[in-house]
């Protein structure tokens, strides 16, 4: 097989910290080669040194066998090699076909851009992926999984010899996973080469050839897929042999408390009539397909969004219900609510900002003393949260950009729970974060609904919702579709309602 990558010795430093040490791979011609590791593992740092973004501190890089120098990611592109990065680089003002084209527009004779060229070929690659985006909707308008179909479409563009895909799965559903993975066997028979990063044992088994395994920087093994199971990949990528138990076991509480209740809420042309209730220390699920309307209901609640008709009632320290009117997110917080968004880079962390600063960023003014932050304070709580969470930083001094993508994920979730809410949303709160990680996460969310605090949980994975929740909502194009407890939380009876073969009495 003709080599289209070769890995050579490759070490990066930052600050004097080692976060890859002497990794060598190679990767042929219409391979699609995983890449798995736990979240610090260095599996970002290699992608970005392979497109340029990051130089590697020793070490070299082959493209079909030649030596080959990546001082940025204009070279990378030169070179055949793009990416589809975890956290999006789309511009919100600008439209669909002008975020897929972006900087490899087509032009006129006369020098005009040729904006039906580029809408027809727009149009046809969505199409290809079955996502029904129209290619004049502003970015700002889509959903996170719409953003991403943006994103794989703008790198399939480019007809790349080696394709990056970096967590490209995890706010799609099961339907739109598979419609992803039927493209790149297509990509593959066509000899496109690609590295696909997840957390996702089971996609690493169903795409890829071989699987490339990083622990604390290190390479700890490259297997063909068929001869390694999920727990040989799981033991390798964690360094620990126990996996059976992922989820805490569920709270199945009696309590009939009420601490939010919402009736008939819609929003002209997302949610239509939408009631539920979420009771005192309960894990709530929210499923249903992209588009379902949980996120826009979940910011509807927030304040984020204006609603057209509904009643929102929370429940007050005597357990009476009280409507009330949230229109900004401050309202919502100073009510007990909190929200984690599923779009971490967009309306989450401020990347320039160190750990405390973003820990503290909402709720700063129990910090001041007068006019002044008290520093010390600041940072003996973000310890806390960074022991709390095993949250693996150098120094809190770091901005978060430094962070990898789940590391980031426990400083926002930190941030929020400094607020002290009472009802805290989870939108998709385990996206690009491991196993491992996962497992943490859900302990303390479970941990959170032992001390009376109400949970509510948005996830695509089935696995999530089910294992975790002790009810489900499901959701479908804008309403409500059914509620399920008990046995009734599988995948079978969540996915009818979702599509729409069952529907609630």
Known sequence: MEEILGIEKISKEFSGVRVLNDVSVGIGRGEIMGLIGENGAGKSTLIKIICGVYQPSSGSLRIQGKPAAIPD?????????????????????????????????????????????????????????????????????????????????KALMLHSKLLIMDEP?????????????????????????????????????????????????????????????????????IGRTD??????????????????????????????????????????????????????????????????????????????????????????????????SEDRQGKGIVQGFNLPQNITLISLKEYLRGMFINKKAELEKTKEYIKTFRIAAASYKLALRYLSGGNQQKIYLSRWLDTKPSILILDEPTRGIDVNAKQEIYEFVHQLAEQGISCWVISSELEEIIGLCSRVYVMKEGSVAGCLEGSHINEEEIMFHATGISVCP
């Open 73 to 153: 990611y204009i070279t990378a592109k030169k070179l055949g090699i793009s990416m589809v990065p975890q956290e999006f680089n789309l511009i919100n003002t600008l439209t669909v076909y002008e975020n897929i084209f972006l900087g490899n527009e087509f032009r006129l004779k006369s020098g005009l851009l040729d904006k039906p060229k580029m809408r027809r070929l727009a149009a046809k690659q969505l199409e290809e992926l079955r996502m029904p985006v129209g290619v004049n909707h502003l970015v700002s308008r889509l959903s996170v999984a719409e953003k991403q179909m943006v994103e794989i479409s």
């Open 169 to 237: 799965t995890t706010t799609l559903t099961g339907h739109e996973v598979e419609t992803l993975f039927n493209l790149m066997r297509d990509l593959k028979n066509q000899g496109v080469t690609m590295i696909f990063v997840s957390h996702k044992l089971g996609e690493i088994k169903a795409i890829c050839n071989r699987v490339t395994v990083l622990r604390d920087g290190n390479l700890i093994s490259v297997d063909e897929v068929s001869q390694v199971n999920e727990e040989d990949i799981a033991r390798k990528m």
């Open 243 to 340: 996996f059976r138990q992922i989820f805490p076991p569920k709270i199945n509480r009696a309590a009939d408390t009420v601490v939010l209740d919402v009736k008939d809420l819609s929003i002209k042309g997302l949610l239509n009539n939408v009631s539920f209730s979420l009771r005192k220390g309960e894990i709530l699920g929210f499923a249903g397909l992209v588009g379902s309307g949980r996120t826009e209901l979940a910011e509807a609640v927030m304040g984020l969004r204006q609603i057209s008709a509904g009643i929102i009632s929370l429940a007050d320290k005597g357990a009476r219900k009280n409507a009330v009117q949230i229109k900004k997110p401050a309202a919502a917080v100073e009510l007990g609510l909190g929200y984690l």
